[in-house]
């Protein structure tokens, strides 16, 4: 008897990060399947960066996306439902910015054309992180230099995104939905109300890690994603 082959799982990066987000959890995950790591492609809107992978996804796969990446995760399943088995969304919300959020979002992005960017600051970093995890020099650093090699024209870009508009009701895929106790960027209560809008959800809880799950507790993460991919046979 042929043994089913693993799906390939497709990973796409947050806000001002690129690929290498997934290098650490990559390490930890089995090598039976393969990972494609995209970076988030051009677009005003969610659905013109979906439509820059367009020729790039496989045939059937596994999406999973972090933080912005799990928006756009949401409009690939929604686009593409009869190739998306599963979805793994990652400290990620249904909600847009507040119209704060928004403004202070549009003052940044105007502030980069008037000088060198350096990627995010590092107060803005380590606010994203556990406490513990902030005050790793190196951990910061690694998340700023992914920004800077991005650029301020994605910067300007990402900033302006428009997040909403991403019709759930057409994904019903099974989902997972992974959050952090720790998260200063995401309420608890974000991971539930997104899991309540599938029919075939569920939500973990990483403990000791803030927002960037990827980065502070990759383990953990190959962990948790590797038994709800062998629980559903993805």
């Known amino acids: 008897m042929t043994a089913t082959r693993s799906l390939p799982v497709v990973l796409l990066p947050g806000f001002m990060l ?13 090598t039976d399947r ?7 492609s051009p677009g005003e809107t969610l659905q013109e960066i979906a439509a820059g992978y367009a020729d790039r996804l496989p045939e059937r796969f596994v999406i999973v996306g972090f933080s912005m990446g799990g928006y756009v995760a949401r409009t690939l399943a929604a686009q ?10 990652i400290a990620t919300s249904l909600r847009d910015d507040t119209p ?12 980069t054309l008037n000088g060198s960017f350096q990627g995010l600051s590092p107060s803005a970093i380590k606010t994203s992180l556990h406490p513990e995890h902030a005050a790793d020099p190196q951990l910061v650093q690694r998340i700023r230099n992914m920004g800077k090699t991005l650029g301020a024209q994605v910067f300007r870009n990402q900033s302006l ?3 909403t508009d991403i019709p759930l009701n057409s994904i019903n895929c099974p989902v997972l939905v992974i959050s952090a ?5 995401r309420l608890p209560e974000e991971a539930v109300e997104l ?13 000791h890690c803030g927002h960037m799950i990827p980065l502070e507790q990759p ?4 962990e948790i994603t590797t038994n709800w991919l062998a629980k559903h046979r993805l």
């Open 219 to 222: 383990a953990k993460l190959a």
């Open 18 to 30: 690129d690929e290498t987000l997934w290098d650490d959890y990559l390490e930890k995950m089995t």
């Open 161 to 163: 995104l428009d997040r």
């Open 80 to 89: 593409y439902g009869e190739r998306v088995t599963g979805m793994i969304l």
């Open 195 to 207: 899991a309540e809008r599938f029919t075939q959800a569920e939500s973990l809880v990483v403990e």
């Open 34 to 40: 393969s990972y494609l790591r995209l970076p988030l």
């Open 100 to 111: 704060l959020q928004k403004q202070r979002k549009r003052d940044a992005a105007a502030a």
């Open 181 to 185: 106790r720790q998260d200063n960027l």
